[in-house]
T-cell receptor, first 113, second 114 residues
């Protein structure tokens, strides 16, 4: 089982601040996805990164895939209360032929107005 | 926009009873999954299904669990004899094909075993 560690586990910040969430593994992934999950709902896909070193931007969110495809980061600029939620990274493994996703431990973000 | 739908949204069952959780994946998707999330814990992979058979399963997916796609649209997860520790949110997901790793999740079924 590929282990994806996310840090920090919990993050509470003031509206307007910037933050970065990290997702690290010792395994290489064919792709990595970031999801956001609200309480009582399923994960919602935010972005997929495929190429080592790839950077994708989604409004105030910037996602980066590590050069070695073992890690990723999510940076949020000028956080807003609507960004509050559980952020999950998930890697598609090369070893399993990319047949399933392994989820990270999650980062619970709270943005205080 | 196409979406994965799951029913029921909440299921309460007595320990030892059988439950069937239902999912309708996005049509023309080829890969189907079940995941579970115990309250406050991480999302855990249970099983993947492709070409009408299980392609991978985790150690959680023991012989009390089974999946099937009986009619080409529904994808079901059956737990034969539920235990208290089976209480969790169960999520179904589907993917278009082998090359596209983006998985789309349903809203989940909250299973409570009493």
């Amino acid at each position: 089982t590929q282990l994806l560690e996310q840090s920090p586990q919990f993050l509470s910040i003031q509206e307007g601040e910037n933050l970065t969430v990290y997702c690290n593994s010792s395994s290489v992934f064919s792709s990595l996805q970031w999801y956001r999950q609200e309480p009582g709902e399923g994960p919602v896909l935010l972005v997929t990164v495929v190429t080592g070193g790839e950077v994708k931007k989604l409004k105030r969110l910037t996602f980066q895939f590590g050069d070695a495809r073992k890690d990723s980061s999510l940076h949020i600029t000028a956080a807003q209360p609507g960004d509050t939620g559980l952020y999950l990274c998930a890697g598609a493994s090369l070893q399993t032929g990319a047949n399933n996703l392994f989820f990270g431990t999650g980062t619970r973000l709270t943005v205080i107005p | 926009e196409p979406e994965v739908t799951q029913t029921p949204s909440h299921q309460v069952t007595q320990m030892g009873q059988e439950v069937i959780l239902r999912c309708v994946p996005i049509s023309n998707h080829l890969y189907f999954y079940w995941y579970r999330q115990i309250l406050g814990q991480k999302v855990e992979f249970l099983v993947s299904f492709y070409n009408n058979e299980i392609s991978e399963k985790s150690e959680i997916f023991d012989d009390q669990f089974s999946v099937e796609r009986p009619d080409g649209s529904n994808f079901t997860l059956k737990i034969r004899s539920t235990k208290l520790e089976d209480s969790a949110m169960y999520f179904c997901a589907s993917r278009p094909d082998r090359t596209n790793t983006e998985a789309f999740f349903g809203q989940g079924t909250r299973l409570t075993v009493v």
